[in-house]
């Protein structure tokens, strides 16, 4: 690695940690509750996820066709502009506002930011340097989240609404260090309006056409069903549905989260450490087969037990996101990255946004095995779907 690669690699780690510090991230709720309802909650839940999920197709085409890196800056401006209009809002409305422009800042950074420093840093292709970066990078984001987990909680004691200040700052320095990382392809020449909007809705639909070709869709079932299931458990509601058929009380299932979270940081640094010897087939095998057995278990009434399960879950989660990772980037043509990358992000989120509601009522109803015993066999089809076209070597490199 270079001195200016190394140079790149320091500043997108400490990129990772301010776009992790999530101040609110075990409080949000409880602020929520001092000025809306619970019904309001789950509207407003709904809503912000289905505008970060409208918003994360045309994000990338907009990074590849006007720049990743001026997307990338003004999606953490406005997630962070986002926060800080909720920490100001005493009421549904501003809430409101203040979600949906931060999840629209969101998708205008997902992908953007990851293809901007994968182009940057020209990393060869048969190394696993990207790989062990993103490895780093999740582990610093961990510990960077659990300090600010923490340390949100003390701050919502004092004042519930200093929590969402630093998170919506912590944001907005997160733009501020990758300012001066630019996007250096040639510059695409403007065109008038009618074109314009003619290529960028083409830039969309090739974007969705580069997983019909044989080196990226048969990632697809395994970005739908198991990083959906991710997406689902760390970012939805499945988690805190978890715990609680797992009988954890409200102190003991944070116990459980923190704990998880530090024991994935040792398994990621031993991924790092190990990086050029792990087989993307058997890695992706064996995180998604974990992910059916986890939901399997579920179904029983085991108690603490479901520790492990969670943890599997939390593990599997971020061990997984650096062959996707590297899988999308080395695969996509140089032109669609972004657009790429934030279709995948699309995918992974879209279970979520269809289940939620149904996870919701299952739950209700007390018939939450249905979606877990359903969810573990469409995972178990798209494993077998992906290593048995593996095996048949559809002419896909196999980086590492």
């Known amino acids: 690695m270079t001195n200016e690669q190394g140079s790149l690699a320091k500043k997108y780690l400490v990129y990772k940690v301010f776009t992790n510090l999530w101040f609110v991230g075990a409080v949000w709720l409880?602020?929520?509750?001092?000025?809306?309802?619970?019904?309001?909650?789950?509207?407003?839940?709904?809503?912000?996820?289905?505008?970060?999920?409208?918003?994360?197709?045309?994000?990338?085409?907009?990074?590849?066709?006007?720049?990743?890196?001026?997307?990338?800056?003004?999606?953490?401006?406005?997630?962070g502009t986002g926060i800080l209009i909720q920490a100001a809002g005493s009421s549904?409305?501003?809430?409101?506002?203040?979600?949906?422009?931060m999840m629209i800042g969101v998708s205008f950074a997902s992908g953007a930011d990851e293809a901007l420093f994968f182009d940057k840093l020209r990393f060869k292709k048969e190394s696993v340097h990207w790989r062990k970066l993103v490895t780093r990078g999740l582990q610093f984001a961990l510990v960077g989240t659990l300090i600010a987990t923490i340390g949100g909680g003390l701050l919502h004691q004092l004042?519930?609404?200093?929590?969402?200040?630093?998170?919506?700052?912590?944001?907005?320095?997160?733009?501020?260090?990758?300012?001066?990382?630019?996007?250096?392809?040639?510059?695409?020449?403007?065109?008038?309006?009618?074109?314009?909007?003619?290529a960028y809705f083409s830039d969309i639909k090739v974007g969705f056409s580069q997983f019909t070709k044989p080196k990226l869709w048969i990632y697809v079932p395994i970005i739908l069903t198991?990083?959906?299931?991710?997406?689902?458990?760390g970012y939805g509601l499945l988690r805190l549905v978890l715990l609680s058929r797992f009988h954890f009380s409200a102190l003991v299932g944070s116990i459980v989260i923190a704990?998880?979270?530090?024991?994935?940081?040792?398994?990621?640094g031993l991924m790092h450490k190990h990086a050029s010897s792990l087989s993307e087939k058997r890695v992706i095998s064996v995180i998604a087969l974990s992910a059916a057995l986890s939901l399997l278990f579920s179904v029983a009434d085991i108690g603490y037990l479901g520790y492990v399960i969670i943890l599997a879950l939390y593990i599997g989660e971020h061990a997984l996101s650096p062959f996707i990772s590297e899988t999308l980037n080395y695969h996509a043509s140089e032109e669609q990255r972004a657009t790429v990358l934030s279709v995948a992000s699309f995918m992974k989120t879209l279970p979520y946004v269809l289940l939620a509601p149904l996870i919701g009522s299952l739950n209700t109803h007390g018939h939450l095995e249905y979606f877990l015993l359903a969810w573990a066999i469409l995972i178990t089809v798209s494993v077998l779907f992906y290593v048995s076209l593996k095996k048949r070597d559809v002419k896909i490199p196999?980086?590492?």
């Open 30 to 79: 409880y602020f929520y509750r001092l000025f809306i309802t619970d019904q309001q909650v789950g509207v407003l839940d709904g809503m912000a996820f289905a505008i970060g999920l409208l918003a994360e197709i045309p994000s990338g085409a907009l990074a590849d066709r006007f720049g990743r890196d001026k997307l990338a800056r003004l999606g953490q401006v406005l997630a």
């Open 92 to 101: 549904f409305i501003p809430i409101f506002v203040g979600q949906a422009v």
């Open 159 to 198: 004042n519930p609404r200093l929590p969402w200040v630093l998170n919506g700052i912590s944001f907005i320095i997160a733009a501020a260090v990758i300012w001066s990382v630019k996007d250096e392809r040639p510059k695409i020449a403007r065109q008038k309006f009618k074109a314009e909007v003619r």
């Open 226 to 233: 198991v990083q959906g299931l991710f997406y689902t458990v």
């Open 259 to 268: 704990s998880s979270s530090l024991i994935t940081v040792g398994v990621l």
């Open 398 to 400: 196999v980086v590492g």
